[in-house]
Protein backbone atom coordinates (compact mmCIF):
# COMPACT_ATOMS: atom_id res chain seq x y z
CA UNK A 1 0.00 0.00 0.00
CA UNK A 2 2.73 2.36 0.59
CA UNK A 3 4.01 1.90 -2.41
CA UNK A 4 1.53 2.25 -4.57
CA UNK A 5 1.19 5.43 -2.28
CA UNK A 6 4.41 6.73 -3.14
CA UNK A 7 3.41 6.12 -6.81
CA UNK A 8 0.85 8.65 -6.53
CA UNK A 9 -2.05 5.93 -5.96
CA UNK A 10 -4.57 6.52 -3.25
CA UNK A 11 -5.67 4.52 -0.88
CA UNK A 12 -8.57 5.33 1.56
CA UNK A 13 -8.75 4.23 5.42
CA UNK A 14 -12.61 3.95 6.72
CA UNK A 15 -12.58 5.25 9.94
CA UNK A 16 -15.71 3.50 11.88
CA UNK A 17 -17.74 4.63 14.92
CA UNK A 18 -16.41 1.70 17.39
CA UNK A 19 -19.27 1.98 19.50
CA UNK A 20 -21.45 1.01 16.37
CA UNK A 21 -19.17 -1.21 15.40
CA UNK A 22 -19.04 -3.28 18.77
CA UNK A 23 -23.27 -3.29 19.00
CA UNK A 24 -22.56 -5.20 15.29
CA UNK A 25 -20.21 -7.61 16.17
CA UNK A 26 -22.18 -8.56 19.53
CA UNK A 27 -25.46 -9.23 17.29
CA UNK A 28 -23.60 -11.16 14.90
CA UNK A 29 -23.43 -14.66 15.84
CA UNK A 30 -21.38 -15.98 12.44
CA UNK A 31 -18.30 -14.01 13.74
CA UNK A 32 -15.96 -14.81 16.32
CA UNK A 33 -16.75 -12.91 19.25
CA UNK A 34 -14.52 -11.07 21.73
CA UNK A 35 -14.68 -11.72 25.05
CA UNK A 36 -15.58 -8.33 25.93
CA UNK A 37 -16.57 -4.94 23.73
CA UNK A 38 -13.47 -3.75 25.44
CA UNK A 39 -11.21 -6.06 24.32
CA UNK A 40 -12.35 -4.43 20.26
CA UNK A 41 -11.89 -1.15 21.33
CA UNK A 42 -7.94 -2.05 22.46
CA UNK A 43 -7.39 -4.42 18.92
CA UNK A 44 -8.40 -1.35 17.39
CA UNK A 45 -6.42 0.92 18.99
CA UNK A 46 -3.52 -0.90 18.64
CA UNK A 47 -3.62 -1.64 15.12
CA UNK A 48 -4.78 2.25 14.38
CA UNK A 49 -1.51 3.54 13.91
CA UNK A 50 -0.71 0.95 10.86
CA UNK A 51 -4.11 1.78 9.38
CA UNK A 52 -2.71 5.81 8.83
CA UNK A 53 0.50 4.86 7.94
CA UNK A 54 -0.97 2.52 5.31
CA UNK A 55 -3.33 4.83 3.72
CA UNK A 56 -3.18 8.89 2.63
CA UNK A 57 -7.19 9.43 2.72
CA UNK A 58 -9.22 8.94 5.48
CA UNK A 59 -13.28 8.81 5.29
CA UNK A 60 -15.30 8.48 8.54
CA UNK A 61 -18.23 6.64 8.74
CA UNK A 62 -20.70 6.99 11.38
CA UNK A 63 -24.81 6.76 11.40
CA UNK A 64 -24.98 8.72 14.44
CA UNK A 65 -23.82 12.05 12.86
CA UNK A 66 -26.60 13.62 11.92
CA UNK A 67 -29.14 12.03 13.92
CA UNK A 68 -29.88 13.12 18.02
CA UNK A 69 -29.00 11.51 21.08
CA UNK A 70 -27.12 9.10 19.60
CA UNK A 71 -30.19 7.61 17.22
CA UNK A 72 -29.03 6.96 13.50
CA UNK A 73 -30.36 9.32 11.14
CA UNK A 74 -32.74 7.70 8.86
CA UNK A 75 -31.24 8.50 5.78
CA UNK A 76 -27.45 8.71 6.84
CA UNK A 77 -26.52 5.47 4.60
CA UNK A 78 -27.18 7.03 1.46
CA UNK A 79 -25.44 10.38 2.80
CA UNK A 80 -22.49 8.09 3.74
CA UNK A 81 -22.28 6.52 0.39
CA UNK A 82 -22.53 9.47 -1.81
CA UNK A 83 -19.71 11.18 0.30
CA UNK A 84 -17.65 8.31 -0.07
CA UNK A 85 -17.87 8.09 -3.74
CA UNK A 86 -17.23 11.88 -3.87
CA UNK A 87 -13.85 11.17 -1.63
CA UNK A 88 -12.79 8.70 -3.99
CA UNK A 89 -13.48 10.81 -7.05
CA UNK A 90 -11.51 13.39 -5.43
CA UNK A 91 -8.68 11.12 -4.48
CA UNK A 92 -8.16 9.90 -7.81
CA UNK A 93 -8.17 13.14 -9.32
CA UNK A 94 -11.72 12.61 -11.42
CA UNK A 95 -13.66 15.44 -10.01
CA UNK A 96 -11.85 18.11 -7.90
CA UNK A 97 -14.44 19.77 -7.04
CA UNK A 98 -12.98 23.19 -7.20
CA UNK A 99 -14.35 26.80 -7.47
CA UNK A 100 -13.64 28.74 -10.92
CA UNK A 101 -10.92 31.57 -10.02
CA UNK A 102 -11.35 33.15 -13.22
CA UNK A 103 -14.32 34.71 -12.23
CA UNK A 104 -15.50 36.56 -8.87
CA UNK A 105 -16.00 34.11 -5.63
CA UNK A 106 -16.74 34.25 -1.77
CA UNK A 107 -16.90 31.83 0.75
CA UNK A 108 -18.80 31.81 4.25
CA UNK A 109 -16.83 31.81 7.24
CA UNK A 110 -18.69 29.68 10.17
CA UNK A 111 -18.71 31.04 13.30
CA UNK A 112 -20.20 28.54 15.39
CA UNK A 113 -18.65 25.74 18.09
CA UNK A 114 -20.52 23.37 16.29
CA UNK A 115 -21.69 22.91 12.85
CA UNK A 116 -25.30 21.29 14.19
CA UNK A 117 -26.05 24.95 14.77
CA UNK A 118 -26.62 25.43 11.23
CA UNK A 119 -28.28 22.08 10.68
CA UNK A 120 -30.32 20.91 8.58
CA UNK A 121 -32.70 23.68 7.96
CA UNK A 122 -30.04 27.04 8.53
CA UNK A 123 -27.25 25.66 6.31
CA UNK A 124 -29.17 26.09 2.36
CA UNK A 125 -29.80 29.52 3.19
CA UNK A 126 -26.37 30.61 5.08
CA UNK A 127 -24.89 29.29 1.57
CA UNK A 128 -27.15 31.26 -1.00
CA UNK A 129 -24.75 32.90 -3.25
CA UNK A 130 -21.38 31.29 -2.13
CA UNK A 131 -19.07 29.06 -3.49
CA UNK A 132 -17.42 27.52 -0.59
CA UNK A 133 -17.54 26.98 3.07
CA UNK A 134 -15.18 28.00 5.56
CA UNK A 135 -14.67 25.65 8.26
CA UNK A 136 -13.29 27.91 11.15
CA UNK A 137 -10.94 25.03 13.27
CA UNK A 138 -10.14 27.57 15.73
CA UNK A 139 -13.31 28.43 16.22
CA UNK A 140 -14.70 25.21 17.21
CA UNK A 141 -12.33 25.70 20.14
CA UNK A 142 -15.42 27.60 21.83
CA UNK A 143 -17.18 24.81 22.04
CA UNK A 144 -18.05 23.81 26.07
CA UNK A 145 -16.10 20.65 25.65
CA UNK A 146 -12.95 22.30 24.81
CA UNK A 147 -13.40 26.26 26.46
CA UNK A 148 -10.45 26.65 28.18
CA UNK A 149 -9.09 23.52 27.99
CA UNK A 150 -4.63 22.79 27.86
CA UNK A 151 -4.59 21.11 24.42
CA UNK A 152 -0.63 21.46 24.08
CA UNK A 153 -0.19 17.94 24.70
CA UNK A 154 -3.20 16.00 24.73
CA UNK A 155 -4.27 16.18 20.74
CA UNK A 156 -7.17 13.34 19.97
CA UNK A 157 -10.33 14.40 21.44
CA UNK A 158 -10.07 17.47 19.61
CA UNK A 159 -8.94 16.12 16.80
CA UNK A 160 -11.76 13.59 16.87
CA UNK A 161 -14.36 16.45 17.36
CA UNK A 162 -12.80 18.39 14.16
CA UNK A 163 -13.03 15.28 12.29
CA UNK A 164 -17.43 14.69 12.94
CA UNK A 165 -17.81 18.52 12.68
CA UNK A 166 -15.85 18.15 9.22
CA UNK A 167 -17.65 14.85 8.20
CA UNK A 168 -21.23 16.47 9.18
CA UNK A 169 -20.29 19.53 7.09
CA UNK A 170 -19.60 17.12 4.13
CA UNK A 171 -22.79 15.26 4.34
CA UNK A 172 -24.77 18.33 4.87
CA UNK A 173 -23.20 20.50 1.37
CA UNK A 174 -22.19 19.79 -1.74
CA UNK A 175 -19.96 23.11 -1.56
CA UNK A 176 -16.02 23.06 -0.97
CA UNK A 177 -14.44 23.38 2.14
CA UNK A 178 -12.24 25.61 2.84
CA UNK A 179 -10.38 24.54 6.28
CA UNK A 180 -8.37 26.88 8.18
CA UNK A 181 -6.77 27.20 11.47
CA UNK A 182 -6.21 30.14 12.61
CA UNK A 183 -3.77 31.68 15.09
CA UNK A 184 -3.74 34.34 17.50
CA UNK A 185 -1.46 36.04 16.22
CA UNK A 186 -3.25 36.11 12.64
CA UNK A 187 -6.35 37.41 14.14
CA UNK A 188 -8.00 33.66 14.83
CA UNK A 189 -8.26 31.92 18.25
CA UNK A 190 -5.83 29.05 18.36
CA UNK A 191 -3.03 29.52 20.57
CA UNK A 192 0.24 29.91 18.37
CA UNK A 193 1.95 27.61 21.31
CA UNK A 194 -0.08 24.29 20.04
CA UNK A 195 1.73 24.20 16.89
CA UNK A 196 1.84 20.31 17.14
CA UNK A 197 -1.82 20.31 16.95
CA UNK A 198 -2.04 22.77 14.41
CA UNK A 199 0.04 20.83 12.36
CA UNK A 200 -1.68 17.59 12.95
CA UNK A 201 -5.26 19.13 11.93
CA UNK A 202 -3.48 20.61 8.81
CA UNK A 203 -2.07 17.74 7.46
CA UNK A 204 -5.75 15.53 8.93
CA UNK A 205 -7.87 18.33 6.56
CA UNK A 206 -5.57 17.15 3.34
CA UNK A 207 -5.86 13.17 4.26
CA UNK A 208 -9.98 14.00 4.59
CA UNK A 209 -10.12 15.70 1.13
CA UNK A 210 -10.60 19.16 1.88
CA UNK A 211 -10.78 20.80 -1.27
CA UNK A 212 -8.81 24.48 0.23
CA UNK A 213 -6.72 23.74 3.18
CA UNK A 214 -5.02 27.68 4.77
CA UNK A 215 -1.63 27.29 5.73
CA UNK A 216 -0.19 30.25 7.23
CA UNK A 217 2.88 31.96 5.58
CA UNK A 218 6.13 30.45 7.16
CA UNK A 219 4.20 28.18 9.92
CA UNK A 220 4.17 24.90 8.32
CA UNK A 221 5.09 22.80 5.19
CA UNK A 222 2.69 20.22 4.19
CA UNK A 223 2.07 17.75 1.29
CA UNK A 224 -1.45 18.55 -0.28
CA UNK A 225 -2.26 15.57 -2.51
CA UNK A 226 -5.11 16.66 -4.10
CA UNK A 227 -6.11 19.31 -1.57
CA UNK A 228 -5.32 23.20 -2.79
CA UNK A 229 -2.95 25.21 -0.27
CA UNK A 230 -4.04 29.11 0.76
CA UNK A 231 -0.93 30.19 1.83
CA UNK A 232 -2.07 33.24 4.06
CA UNK A 233 -0.31 36.54 6.18
CA UNK A 234 -2.76 38.23 8.25
CA UNK A 235 -1.33 42.25 9.63
CA UNK A 236 -3.90 43.02 12.27
CA UNK A 237 -2.72 46.42 12.68
CA UNK A 238 -2.05 47.61 8.96
CA UNK A 239 1.21 48.63 10.38
CA UNK A 240 3.64 45.95 8.11
CA UNK A 241 1.53 45.17 5.33
CA UNK A 242 0.65 48.82 3.80
CA UNK A 243 -0.20 48.19 0.09
CA UNK A 244 1.42 51.81 -1.07
CA UNK A 245 4.87 50.15 0.40
CA UNK A 246 4.96 47.48 -2.28
CA UNK A 247 8.52 46.14 -1.00
CA UNK A 248 7.03 44.15 2.09
CA UNK A 249 3.55 43.40 0.33
CA UNK A 250 5.74 41.96 -2.53
CA UNK A 251 7.73 39.91 -0.46
CA UNK A 252 4.58 38.25 0.97
CA UNK A 253 2.88 37.52 -2.05
CA UNK A 254 6.36 35.94 -2.99
CA UNK A 255 6.81 33.52 0.17
CA UNK A 256 3.05 33.19 -0.38
CA UNK A 257 3.00 32.02 -3.59
CA UNK A 258 6.23 29.41 -2.75
CA UNK A 259 4.21 27.57 0.34
CA UNK A 260 0.88 27.43 -1.34
CA UNK A 261 -1.33 27.64 -4.93
CA UNK A 262 -3.21 30.69 -3.19
CA UNK A 263 -1.78 33.54 -1.74
CA UNK A 264 -3.74 35.47 1.07
CA UNK A 265 -2.79 38.64 1.99
CA UNK A 266 -4.52 40.39 5.14
CA UNK A 267 -4.07 44.38 6.47
CA UNK A 268 -6.22 46.65 7.96
CA UNK A 269 -7.74 50.03 6.11
CA UNK A 270 -6.95 52.79 8.21
CA UNK A 271 -8.68 54.86 5.38
CA UNK A 272 -10.35 54.59 2.00
CA UNK A 273 -7.53 55.39 0.07
CA UNK A 274 -5.71 51.88 1.74
CA UNK A 275 -8.67 50.30 -0.57
CA UNK A 276 -7.45 51.93 -3.53
CA UNK A 277 -3.98 50.86 -3.00
CA UNK A 278 -5.19 47.38 -2.14
CA UNK A 279 -6.80 47.24 -5.79
CA UNK A 280 -3.86 48.60 -7.47
CA UNK A 281 -1.95 45.91 -6.46
CA UNK A 282 -4.03 42.80 -7.04
CA UNK A 283 -4.53 43.93 -10.12
CA UNK A 284 -0.52 43.71 -10.38
CA UNK A 285 -0.38 40.41 -9.20
CA UNK A 286 -3.56 38.78 -9.80
CA UNK A 287 -4.99 36.42 -12.84
CA UNK A 288 -6.78 33.00 -12.93
CA UNK A 289 -2.86 31.42 -12.93
CA UNK A 290 -1.53 33.20 -9.86
CA UNK A 291 -4.50 33.95 -7.73
CA UNK A 292 -4.26 36.00 -5.10
CA UNK A 293 -7.06 37.05 -2.31
CA UNK A 294 -6.14 40.70 -0.75
CA UNK A 295 -8.36 42.85 1.11
CA UNK A 296 -8.72 45.13 4.25
CA UNK A 297 -10.01 44.43 7.48
CA UNK A 298 -12.44 46.84 9.46
CA UNK A 299 -15.20 49.24 8.45
CA UNK A 300 -13.18 51.44 6.45
CA UNK A 301 -11.64 48.81 4.59
CA UNK A 302 -14.86 47.07 3.52
CA UNK A 303 -14.85 48.12 -0.29
CA UNK A 304 -11.36 46.04 -0.90
CA UNK A 305 -13.93 43.29 0.21
CA UNK A 306 -16.05 44.36 -2.69
CA UNK A 307 -13.32 44.54 -5.06
CA UNK A 308 -11.18 41.17 -4.10
CA UNK A 309 -11.31 39.21 -7.37
CA UNK A 310 -11.64 35.94 -5.57
CA UNK A 311 -12.46 33.36 -2.38
CA UNK A 312 -13.55 37.04 -0.42
CA UNK A 313 -14.34 35.83 3.32
CA UNK A 314 -18.17 36.32 3.68
CA UNK A 315 -20.34 36.07 6.69
CA UNK A 316 -24.41 36.35 6.90
CA UNK A 317 -26.95 38.20 8.74
CA UNK A 318 -27.97 34.77 10.43
CA UNK A 319 -24.90 33.94 11.92
CA UNK A 320 -24.89 36.19 14.31
CA UNK A 321 -21.13 36.79 14.55
CA UNK A 322 -18.48 37.40 12.04
CA UNK A 323 -15.19 35.58 11.66
CA UNK A 324 -13.33 39.20 10.70
CA UNK A 325 -13.78 42.93 11.49
CA UNK A 326 -15.58 44.25 9.07
CA UNK A 327 -16.77 41.17 7.04
CA UNK A 328 -19.74 41.88 4.75
CA UNK A 329 -22.36 39.03 3.11
CA UNK A 330 -22.59 37.68 0.14
CA UNK A 331 -25.72 39.68 -1.30
CA UNK A 332 -23.87 42.93 -0.10
CA UNK A 333 -21.17 42.45 -2.11
CA UNK A 334 -23.02 41.57 -4.85
CA UNK A 335 -25.34 44.28 -4.56
CA UNK A 336 -22.18 46.88 -3.95
CA UNK A 337 -20.61 45.18 -7.37
CA UNK A 338 -24.13 45.92 -9.33
CA UNK A 339 -23.76 49.49 -8.90
CA UNK A 340 -19.93 50.04 -9.86
Request: charged share 20%.
Amino acid sequence: LQKHIAAGGAVICLTPNMVQVAEYLQRDTTRPAYAAASDMHEVYARRRPLYAESCNYEFLVDKALLGTDGAEHPGSWGLIERDFVRLVRFATGRELNRVDLARPSCFLSLTAPDVREYLPARLPTLTEGVHAIELRVDLLLRSPEFAGADLSTEHDAFAAYVYRQFTLLRHSSRLPVVFTVRTEPQGGAFPAAWAELQARLLRSAVRWGAEYVDVEVGELQIARQNSLLIASYHDTTGERLQWGRTGFAADMLARARAAGDIAKLISVARSWDDNMACQAFVQQHHSPATPLIALNMGERGQMSRVLCPCLTPVTHPLLGAVAAPGQISARQISQARALC
